[in-house]
T-cell receptor, first 115, second 114 residues
Framework: DAEITQSPRHKITETGRQVTLACHQTWNHNNMFWYRQDLGHGLRLIHYSYGVHDTNKGEVSDGYSVSRSNTEDLPLTLESAASSQTSVYFC??????????????FGPGTRLTVT | QKEVEQDPGPLSVPEGAIVSLNCTYSNSAFQYFMWYRQYSRKGPELLMY????GNKEDGRFTAQVDKSSKYISLFIRDSQPSDSATYLC??????????????FGAGTQVVVTP
C-alpha cells in the first residue's frame, strides 16, 4: 500500500544545531507540504513543493529550508534550531494539477523538542 | 484576525448524540472545503471534501457549506466513542497562487462519552 512516512518520530536537539526531518511518500504525488502544529494555531504551512526542483515558502518559513531532488522525498532542515521551533511537524502530499490537489495525505508527524 | 476561525472546544457529547462542528472564514474566494479528523498523536486524515456550496453526505457524516454566510459545518450522527478526536476544517481559494494549499482552522476537540 502507498504511504507517507516521517523520521525520526521524536527528536530532542539543542539550540543552534542543524536538524533535518525526513519525509518519504510512495503515492507518486507531485505536491508535498511541510506543516507545524502548535496549540491554538492549528496547522501552519512552512514550505511546499509542486515537483522535483520546485520549492516555495509558506506562511512560517523563517529558519527552515527544503529541497526536492526526487518525487518521493522532501526533507525539512532547521538551519539553527531555536526553542520557538519546538513543535510537531507534519509532512503531507497530494496529486498535482487537478482538484485532487486539495486532498492531502498526512504522515504520522515528528515531535521536535529544542532545548 | 485569522482567515479561518474554529472553536477549540472541547465538545463533550454522550454516545448516540449528534455532533455539530463549524468554522467561519473571512476570505470570500475560498471554494474548496475540507474536514480532517486527527486522533491523538496521529496525522490528520481527510474525512470530507466539498467544492463550492451545498451539502455532502457520507455515512454518518454530513458536510454543509454556506458561502453567503462564510460558514461551514460538519455533523456526525449516532456518534460513537471512536469519533473522539480533533476535527480540523481546511479550505482554499483554488487560485494560481494558492493551488493545492490549504488554510486550516485550529481544530475542535470532540469527546464522545459511552
Amino acid at each position: 500500500d502507498a504511504e507517507i512516512t516521517q523520521s525520526p518520530r521524536h527528536k530532542i536537539t539543542e539550540t543552534g544545531r542543524q536538524v533535518t526531518l525526513a519525509c518519504h511518500q510512495t503515492w507518486n504525488h507531485n505536491n508535498m507540504f511541510w506543516y507545524r502544529q502548535d496549540l491554538g494555531h492549528g496547522l501552519r504551512l512552512i514550505h511546499y513543493s509542486y515537483g522535483v526542483h520546485d520549492t516555495n515558502k509558506g506562511e512560517v518559513s523563517d529558519g527552515y529550508s527544503v529541497s526536492r531532488s526526487n518525487t518521493e522525498d522532501l526533507p525539512l532542515t532547521l538551519e539553527s534550531a531555536a526553542s520557538s521551533q519546538t513543535s510537531v511537524y507534519f509532512c503531507a502530499s497530494s496529486e498535482g494539477g487537478t482538484t485532487s490537489s486539495y486532498e492531502q495525505y498526512f504522515g504520522p508527524g515528528t515531535r521536535l523538542t529544542v532545548t | 484576525q485569522k482567515e479561518v476561525e474554529q472553536d477549540p472546544g472541547p465538545l463533550s457529547v454522550p454516545e448516540g448524540a449528534i455532533v455539530s462542528l463549524n468554522c467561519t472564514y473571512s476570505n470570500s474566494a475560498f471554494q474548496y472545503f475540507m474536514w480532517y479528523r486527527q486522533y491523538s498523536r496521529k496525522g490528520p486524515e481527510l474525512l470530507m471534501y466539498t467544492y463550492s456550496s451545498g451539502n455532502k453526505e457520507d455515512g454518518r457524516f454530513t458536510a454543509q457549506v454556506d458561502k453567503s454566510s462564510k460558514y461551514i459545518s460538519l455533523f456526525i450522527r449516532d456518534s460513537q466513542p471512536s469519533d473522539s478526536a480533533t476535527y480540523l476544517c481546511a479550505m482554499s481559494a483554488g487560485t494560481t497562487d494558492s493551488w493545492g494549499k490549504l488554510q486550516f482552522g485550529a481544530g475542535t476537540q470532540v469527546v464522545v462519552t459511552p
